[in-house]
């Protein structure tokens, strides 16, 4: 599969506009996908989250050069501004929900390490029926619009990023703190995708 940066691009407007709607998006998986024939092209989104939540079938994720297989039950969280694309099998089943990070911000369940070292994480579930019915509610909300939608699907957002952060002992603070060696590789690959547009000798990026 070739990772291409333009073989699709996204329309990027959540952090530019005001509506709630414009802040969070949930679709069912199926929808985008089988529009591609079940192959999503390599990309990236600024300031945009992604979580991935699988219910039937399989697939690979390609993570900027690595490959991840994927198989139901299982969720995958795509930090913003990392290079992703996705081979569905088809008729897999599941949903994408896209959250801007500025709306993130607003959810008092966030913890302070969410998305620190911006790789993506995946989680293998035991069962998948109580993120599906949240994931569900968040897209009947956003495509039927009833009364207060906004506050349920803001009250439906801050249930996910809960289970997410119990699902996640890094998240939760469980984890050890990184070694001298870990933190240099956070602190290079921050700098990459911060002067990804820009060209810098190693030399320059050693004395940063």
Known sequence: MPHSSDSMEFVDF????KEFSAL???????????????TIQPHRHNNIDQ?????SGTGKAYLDAKQVELRAPCMLLVPGNLMHGFDWQQGCEGYVVSVASIMLKQISAVPTNWNSDETAELYHLSESQSLEQLCHNL?????????????????????LVISIVRLSPALRGDNRAPSKPERKLLQFKKLIQSHATQQHQVEWYARK
């Open 51 to 55: 979580v991935f939540l699988l219910t």
């Open 139 to 159: 897209y009947v909300e956003q495509t039927q619009r009833p009364v207060l939608s906004d506050a349920m699907q803001k009250s439906l957002l801050e249930q």
């Open 24 to 38: 969070i998006y949930c679709e069912p998986l199926a929808l985008r996908s089988k529009l591609h024939d079940w």
């Open 14 to 17: 959540y952090a530019d506009r």
